[in-house]
């Protein structure tokens, strides 16, 4: 009996290794076989789904494209060759308001008529785009005052746009500029 169980022990003990190598081959196996299969489907999905031929075309590849033609420029240079005016614009409003600021915004129709992305749903005359770029600071759109007048009462620059938002001012510039923020009270001195 003693030598019966040793004799199955040994044998069992060189199949171990290669019941481990053949375990590690079909693990391979089946990792690749994996790959592949959802390799095939990002393809099919990238060729029959207009969504996902946008992020890969106009996110990530042009996106990679800038980052390798400008290797130098800083993050705001680079989301400037980006996303053009409206990054300019917003970041000149960014420059140019504390992080405290309650800003007012132009209803959609003044973004509409201006020099703004005029192709998406994305840029300047999407709220929720402004916020990214220029949190902390709080907007309210002109659409939205009725909503919230408590914040409406609040605030404190105007975003000028296409010439509208200088009848927000309780003074009078000097020279009206298209595209600007001011602050809506004149502080003396200025």
Request: hydrophobic share 35%; glycine share 4%.
């Given at each position: 009996?003693?030598?019966k169980s040793?004799?199955?022990?040994?044998?069992?003990?060189?199949?171990?290794?290669?019941q481990?190598?053949?375990?590690?081959?079909?693990a391979?196996?089946?990792?690749?076989?994996?790959?592949?299969?959802?390799?095939?489907?990002?393809?099919?999905?990238?060729?029959?789904?207009?969504?996902?031929?946008?992020?890969?075309?106009?996110?990530?590849?042009?996106?990679?494209?800038?980052?390798?033609?400008?290797?130098?420029?800083?993050?705001?240079?680079?989301?400037?060759?980006?996303?053009?005016?409206?990054?300019?614009?917003?970041?000149?409003?960014?420059q140019?308001?504390?992080?405290?600021?309650?800003?007012?915004?132009?209803?959609?129709?003044?973004?509409?008529?201006?020099?703004?992305?005029?192709?998406?749903?994305?840029g300047?005359?999407?709220?929720?785009?402004?916020?990214?770029?220029?949190?902390?600071?709080?907007l309210?759109?002109?659409q939205?005052?009725?909503?919230?007048?408590?914040?409406?009462?609040?605030?404190t620059?105007?975003?000028?746009?296409?010439?509208?938002?200088?009848?927000?001012l309780?003074?009078?510039?000097?020279?009206?500029h298209p595209?600007?923020?001011?602050?809506i009270?004149?502080?003396?001195g200025?």
């Amino acid at each position: 009996m003693g030598k019966k169980s040793k004799k199955k022990r040994q044998a069992s003990a060189k199949k171990q290794p290669a019941q481990q190598a053949t375990k590690k081959y079909t693990a391979f196996v089946n990792n690749v076989l994996v790959t592949i299969g959802l390799l095939i489907l990002l393809y099919v999905l990238y060729k029959a789904v207009p969504g996902y031929q946008f992020v890969v075309d106009r996110l990530v590849l042009a996106n990679l494209n800038i980052i390798q033609e400008n290797p130098n420029l800083s993050t705001p240079k680079k989301f400037e060759a980006k996303l053009g005016f409206d990054y300019r614009f917003i970041h000149y409003v960014e420059q140019n308001t504390p992080e405290d600021a309650v800003i007012l915004m132009p209803p959609d129709s003044i973004f509409a008529k201006s020099d703004f992305n005029k192709r998406g749903t994305w840029g300047v005359k999407t709220k929720t785009w402004d916020i990214y770029f220029l949190y902390p600071r709080t907007l309210i759109s002109e659409q939205d005052s009725s909503r919230y007048p408590e914040l409406y009462h609040k605030i404190t620059y105007v975003m000028i746009v296409n010439g509208w938002g200088y009848d927000k001012l309780n003074y009078r510039v000097q020279a009206e500029h298209p595209y600007t923020v001011l602050p809506i009270l004149q502080t003396p001195g200025s």
